[in-house]
């Protein structure tokens, strides 16, 4: 029989769902369970419900994958060593029949470790339920437990697991049709918030790198700036993105502002906090808060030196503060920031464009060497990633414009990779070309770069060091 609340109505009741067993306390669950909005409130929920629902000593909420199944969260946080270690533990359906019975036929199951009278019951008995659960059981100091599927959309996404303890009474098949209820409460729950992350993820994010939009970003800076503390806006441009685009096609192209995410990410992953998103087009932006500026510039920098980008493509970026600037508008530390940005921009441009290599073999080769050495060892692991970083590295420090990575079949060489510096201009350069194995590389060069075969010799060795340490 249900016990009377003091109070009309579920909502209004403040009554544990101990004393609410009956259809009361299912709706307390149920209304607890709608008002979540993320999987670790569905967890706590479905948990803390959970022990006063089954009247249970705890509740573990379980996810399951692959046939195995781990804890997400147990409630109340067990202290005993061994009920920890049990916490942190997977477990395969092939060691656990119970658990592979609930996954195969969707079945809830019961196991007692002691009968009704609190005495060991024999590990044998069918009654007991399962030999390993009962085993466990008895590891944990444990008389009794039950286990339900969660099914989400026609597949068990997990289990509710409940445990009491010698003495305590043993779970009954009412216990299990109000576990089976919580069960389908909390799936109900999971596959809500699984459609509004989906839902928040098409409107919030960039599809193509995955990064967050300009909508995302807008609402960043604004609550980066009321917080008060530095916020930092940082406007980053793809150079060199059309020229991919019209050399090796749009697949490319997008391929080049997949890894401009990866970067950024890279970046976001260095300062804890930071957001980074795709604004349009090439153009990206990062907004910090609480980072001081000298702080994300030797984070920006050190991270683009470490991955640089393929085909000859390079990201220029402007970092604006309110450090500097003072209490500003958002609209006002992003314009500060392009502008910072295009300046950059138009300066690295400038120094490749004059950028005159020395005449003396010998100093030219050594530049190469250091040049192409750190290049190669930044680079992304694999042959052409190792090969594209090195001639990008090495046709800028010898003036050139245009650069080639080919692959040699029989008499014809096919073009794996292109790409020149950022900056479009004309240049009057040479192609010189160094070949290892089945791989050739084309080097620009300007007209007044050092020849010989100092620097030759140095670039074949550069080739080859790429080649056979990609493995």
């Known amino acids: 029989m249900t016990r009377r609340a003091a109070t009309t109505g579920v909502r209004a009741g403040r009554r544990s769902a101990a004393h609410l067993v009956g259809v009361r306390g299912l709706a307390l669950a149920a209304h607890r369970l709608d008002r979540c909005r993320t999987l670790d409130d569905v967890a706590q929920q479905a948990t803390s419900t959970g022990v006063e629902l089954l009247d249970a000593s705890s509740v573990a909420f379980c996810r399951i994958e692959q046939d195995t199944c781990r804890i997400l969260l147990v409630t109340p946080v067990p202290t005993d060593p061994r009920r920890l270690w049990h916490t942190r533990a997977s477990y395969r359906a092939e060691d656990r029949p119970a658990l592979r019975e609930l996954i195969r036929e969707r079945t809830s199951w019961v196991a007692h470790a002691v009968d009704v009278n609190g005495d060991p019951v024999d590990a044998q008995d069918p009654e007991a339920g399962d030999e390993v659960e009962i085993e466990t059981l008895r590891e944990l100091g444990g008389g009794s437990a039950l286990a339900c599927p ?105 391929d080049l502002l997949r890894t401009v995410g990866d970067v950024l990410r890279r970046i976001t992953d260095a300062l804890p906090g930071t957001t980074a998103a795709r604004i349009g087009g090439d153009e990206f932006a990062l907004v910090t808060q609480g980072r001081r500026r000298a702080e994300v510039s030797e984070v920006i920098a050190s991270t683009l030196a470490m991955y640089p980008l393929p085909h000859g493509a390079a990201i220029s970026y402007g970092i604006a503060s309110t ?107 040479s192609t010189r070309r160094f070949a290892y194995g089945p791989w050739v590389v084309d080097v620009g060069a300007s007209s007044t770069a050092a020849q010989g075969p100092t620097v030759s010799a140095a670039l074949e060795a550069l080739v080859a060091v790429a080649v056979v340490g990609a493995g």
């Open 150 to 254: 969660i099914v989400v959309n026609g597949i068990v996404w997990g289990q509710v697991y409940a445990a009491r303890p010698p003495g305590a009474g043993l779970f009954t098949v009412d216990d299990v049709a109000r576990a089976e209820v919580l069960a389908a409460l909390a799936a109900g729950a999971i596959a809500r918030v699984d459609l509004e992350d989906q839902v928040r993820h098409l409107v919030a994010d960039d599809p193509l790198t995955g990064l967050a939009n300009r909508r995302v970003i807008d609402s960043v800076a604004e609550s980066a700036l009321e917080s008060g503390d530095e916020t930092c806006i940082v406007m980053c441009d793809v150079d060199g993105l059309k020229r991919v685009n019209d050399l090796m096609g749009h697949d490319a192209g997008d």
């Open 323 to 429: 450090a500097v600037s003072g209490p500003v508008s958002a609209r006002t530390l992003f314009r500060r920031a392009d502008v910072e940005q295009y300046r950059n921009k138009r300066a690295r441009a400038r120094r490749l464009q004059v950028a005159t290599p020395t005449a003396d073999p010998g100093v030219t080769a050594e530049r190469v060497v250091v040049v192409g050495s750190a290049a190669i060892a930044a680079a992304q692991s694999g042959v052409v990633p190792r090969l594209c970083a090195l001639a990008a590295a090495v046709t800028e420090t010898l003036g050139g414009s245009q650069w080639a990575v080919l692959m040699q079949r029989g008499d014809d060489a096919s073009a794996v990779a292109r790409g020149g510096s950022p900056a479009d201009f004309d240049r009057d350069q």
